[in-house]
Structures are given as C-alpha cells and as structure tokens.
C-alpha cells in the first residue's frame, strides 16, 4: 500500500500523518470565518467522508449518491447561488468561492464523482496553523505545480473560508517543523 492509497490519505485526514512525504508539497493558505480548529476539524469531516465514499463507489457502473456527506455541505451545494440561514459561516465561504473562482456552484452529486481515485490528482496531507490563525493545508500533488482541484477548492470555501492564497509548492521540512491541527474541536 502507497501513500496515495485512500487507506493512507483517511488516516492523514484523522491525525497527523506518520509517513513521511515526498520533498514538495501543496500549500494553500486559508482565512478561515470561524476559529482555525473549527474550520479543520470541518474540512476534516467533509474530505474524510468524500474519500470513504469512494473507497467503496463504482464510478464506472452505479449511481454515487452523496447522501452520507456531512448534512451542512449538503445543505449548500443545493445548485443555487445562495447559502442557508442556519450556516453563515458555510453561507460566506460558499459566496466567496462564487467570487473568487467561477461564480458557478457546485450540487453535491456533482461534486462527489470528483473524488475518483483514478481521476484526482492530489491527496490530503495535513492542515496546520501559522502565527497570524490561517490554516495551512498540505496536499501531496506528487510535486507538481498545478493540478486540477477544483473540488477542494469547493470544499475549503463551503468549509468556512473568508479567503485562500493560490498554492504553492512548499518544502516538506516547513510541514515537520509545524504542529498539525486535530481532527476534531
């Protein structure tokens, strides 16, 4: 089993990882709307169920109904352009995603058939916090500079962001030196 098994990529998503990681890896640096161990803990939960999703899915021969997602997510990814009354904080950060990327929203049925393990092409890392309270997000890209991910994008937004900084590629090291946010508030 490889790090990029979804074995691997649930037990990152639930405690800090104990492999080790390739030399670069993906870096977005997020504002969150609420405290940082609220959002992570959040986006944990969200990422966690979207890949015990496709653990068990056939892509290629079933329906994948999202119906396990987290009910706040399922909540905002109704089609439509605004959020919910009882989740401003997932309401501000679904805006901003509508503002800064593509102005379109996502339906949560869409969005679960992104989590493919044959077609993603990055993995969750960790998520730690840096001195002025953004969240630091790690994903393991295979080193590569760009890839799609506009899924995760999705889900850091709805998760609470009030903004994100486009990624970067960071050495491995600045990700040991910082401890990792827990999984849970």
Known sequence: MNRYDPTHELSRLRARPTQEPIKLLGLLIVAPASSSAEYTA???SLLSEAIEISREADFDEEDVAPDSLPSWFLALTNGHPEGVDDDPVGSEGKGRYLAARDNRPWEAVEWIYTFDPELRSWSWWDATE?????????????GEPRVPMEELWWAVYLAGA????????????????????????
Do not use: C, F
């Open 130 to 142: 840096d001195d002025h309270g953004n969240v630091r997000i790690w994903i393991d890209t295979k």
């Open 162 to 185: 009030r903004n994100v900084e486009p990624m970067s590629l960071e050495y491995a090291e600045v990700w040991r030196r910082q401890a990792s946010l827990p999984a849970d508030t």
């Open 42 to 44: 959040r986006l944990r």
